[in-house]
C-alpha cells in the first residue's frame, strides 16, 4: 500500500513538473546556421601564433551560404567549402572539408564562437581539432576573427 502511494505520488510529481518544464529550445544546429550566413569581413588572422599581413586582413571575405562557405579572395583549392557546425560541445565545432583543389575532400576539424556580429574560427591541421582559442607558435592553427559585413 505504502509503495503505491509512493508510486502515485512520483507519477503525480513528474506530471505537474513536466507540465510547467521550460518549452524546448530551437535546434542549436539550426539556429547557428542561420545566424551564420551571410559575409563576414576579416578583422584579425593569425597562424601558427603569428599576425598575418595588413592587406590579407582588409582584403578577405567568408561567404557563409547555406552549408557552402567561400573565402573571396580565395587561392586556388583554398576557396570554396562545405562546412558543418555542432554547437553542442564545449567549445562549439566547425568541420571545413574542401570542396575544390588537391585536397578536396579533405577535412579540417575547427571549434568558432558566434555571439551577434562577431566570429571567432580556430581552425588546426587534419585531426587536429583546437580546445582553446588560445594562439601559439608552431601550433598549427589558424585563427579568423571576423565581423559581419553590414549590407
Not at 85 to 112: N, Q, S, V
Request: charged share 25%; aromatic share 8%; with cysteine.
Amino acid at each position: 500500500m505504502h509503495s503505491q502511494r509512493l508510486a502515485v505520488a512520483l507519477i503525480f510529481f513528474m506530471a505537474t513538473r513536466l507540465a510547467t518544464a521550460e518549452p524546448p529550445k530551437p535546434d542549436a544546429v539550426k539556429r547557428d546556421m542561420d545566424e551564420i550566413q551571410g559575409t563576414w569581413k576579416l578583422v584579425a588572422l593569425e597562424a601558427d601564433g603569428e599576425q598575418a599581413p595588413a592587406e590579407i586582413v582588409a582584403a578577405l571575405k567568408l561567404i557563409f551560404k547555406g552549408d557552402t562557405l567561400t573565402f573571396k579572395p580565395g587561392e586556388p583549392g583554398f576557396k570554396n567549402y562545405k562546412f558543418k557546425l555542432d554547437p553542442t560541445t564545449k567549445p562549439a565545432r566547425l568541420d571545413m572539408t574542401h570542396a575544390d583543389g588537391t585536397e578536396k575532400g579533405d577535412t579540417a576539424p575547427g571549434i568558432y564562437l558566434l555571439e551577434g556580429n562577431h566570429l571567432k574560427i580556430c581552425i588546426g591541421r587534419a585531426g587536429n581539432r583546437p580546445t582553446t582559442f588560445a594562439r601559439t607558435a608552431k601550433s598549427g592553427q589558424g585563427m579568423y576573427t571576423l565581423e559581419r559585413e553590414k549590407p
